[in-house]
């Protein structure tokens, strides 16, 4: 698709009009032709129709020839090598990956060496980003000391430097006392605290889910209840505290039913869904392939149906890239020996659009849990379309054709489940605060 600039570059301070777009606004429910005009790195106007008249001869216009322009994706969960394992990814990188991908913004997750779980570490990590000046980067602080589970860290210090959630990311808080504290501590500030429910006793050891795929294939496997098992207790936690929890990569269909029975209940949980989950099963697996080595592992073709529904219904509202780089010596190693974990940055949007092509999930719903709905759960004033909301945008063909090279990816990991896949929809442009951050020139 062709996009018509009448500059070649853009500058935060110069209006700019996008013309003839498709603009799929979460906040106001519209899917529909439209145009919108952004200065100073914010959105000041509008328009639900294709053009716009008497425009000033200093606004630079993007004749959008019909493409989605909607706000950038907002990933509520990525990991980086930065600090400490620089080789896997760096923030720099991750950044340039989020870019290509059409992600304005991200949370780096915090169980880094040294973790993330002090002050000190949560400034360090927005002032690596604004010396990197490209996506916006948001540390999630961790909930206990070197994600250790044990102490908890000082969770009002790191909230007031920055921190935007409190988790221990990958790490299982086993101690039900210790997360009771975390859940207690952060209501006072009315801050989310993420957690993964998975009974790490059942799930020793394990690298699928239990069943007769996994017996099939001769692999350790762990049955799915150990997901709702911890899940209850997390739930049964945050009804005591009235704390919010966010249920960190919901996967089953058991453990959505707890969920919904405790929102009925006042609960104030939420969850995410990862695009892995939703793409895959456990089936995808095929000849023990480590680019699908997963954690949590992927389930039944029943509950990924059963979590595509959860996105549509607003049960599960908010979708991640679970983005995990990890370097080649680390995947390629038998199936059960490999690391778990997949990038994700650059194929979040293409992949979700799949959802939409096959008609399972309405587009503006699969654009509002990448974007207002995560949003809100930050209360960040991003991911809307509407006049002083951050000019955070992403211009995107819809039906273009993509196969996915994982060799071609930005990110300096390249494992990427979606390797050699077909998918539609090429991300054109970026832009955060007005600036483009990425642009695929004719």
């Known amino acids: 698709m062709a996009i018509s600039l009448t500059t070649p570059s853009a500058t935060p301070s110069r209006p700019t009009a996008f013309l003839n777009a498709r603009l799929v606004d979460p906040e106001s429910g519209y899917d529909g032709p439209g145009s919108l005009i952004i200065a100073e790195g914010v959105i000041v106007d509008v328009a639900r129709r294709p053009g ?84 916006h980067v948001y540390p999630a602080g961790a909930a206990t000391q070197g994600c250790r589970g044990e102490k908890m860290t000082e969770i009002g210090l790191m909230r007031e430097a920055g921190a935007v959630y409190f988790t221990d990311g990958d790490h299982t808080l086993v101690n039900s006392k210790v997360l009771r504290r975390i859940l207690s501590y952060a209501k006072a500030f009315d801050t989310l605290v993420a957690h993964r429910p998975v ?51 919901i996967t089953t269909a058991d453990a959505l039913e707890s ?23 456990e089936l995808d697996t095929g000849a023990y392939r480590t680019f699908f080595r997963l954690d949590p592992p992927l389930r039944r073709e029943s509950d990924r ?103 071609r990816l930005i990110s300096k990991s390249k494992n990427s489940p979606f390797d050699g896949r077909r998918l539609q929809g090429q991300v054109i442009m970026t832009l955060v605060d007005g600036r483009i951050v990425h642009h695929i020139r004719d």
Not at 112 to 134: E, K, Q, S
Not at 259 to 276: E, F, P
Not at 320 to 327: G, I, K, M, Q
Not at 336 to 356: D, F, N, R, Y
């Open 259 to 281: 969920l919904q029975r405790a929102q009925s209940r006042g609960v104030r949980a939420i969850a995410t869904a990862s695009i892995n989950h939703l793409s895959f099963n």
């Open 305 to 407: 149906q059963a979590l595509i529904d959860a996105v549509s219904s607003g049960l599960a509202p908010i979708i991640v890239s679970a983005h995990n780089p990890l370097p080649a010596e680390d995947k390629r190693l038998p199936f059960s020996e490999a690391s778990p974990g997949a990038v994700g940055l650059e194929t979040l949007l293409p992949a979700l659009l799949q959802l939409h092509h096959d008609g399972r999930v309405r587009l503006i719903d699969l654009i509002r849990a990448v974007t207002l709905a995560p949003a809100e759960a930050l209360g960040l004033q991003t991911g809307r379309l509407s006049p002083g909301a951050p000019a955070d945008l992403v211009l995107c063909d819809l039906g273009a054709p993509l196969v996915v090279d994982a060799d």
């Open 199 to 249: 009974d790490t006793y059942l799930s020793a050891g394990t690298c699928v889910t239990e069943g007769e795929f996994a017996a099939r294939a001769g692999l350790s496997a762990a049955p799915a209840i150990a997901e709702r098992i911890m899940l209850e207790r997390d739930l049964a936690l945050a009804e005591l505290t009235g704390a919010r929890l966010m249920v960190d990569q």
């Open 52 to 135: 716009l008249e008497n425009l000033s001869p200093d606004v630079r216009t993007i004749d959008c020839n019909g493409a989605m322009l909607a706000p950038g994706l907002i990933d509520l969960r990525a990991k980086t090598g930065e600090p400490g394992a620089e080789p896997k990814e760096t923030l720099k990188s991750a950044a340039r990956a989020a870019a290509a991908g059409g992600v304005t913004s991200i949370v780096v997750q915090p169980d880094t060496d040294p973790a993330i779980d002090g002050p000190a570490m949560v400034d360090f990590i927005l002032r690596r980003a604004r010396d990197i000046d490209l996506v």
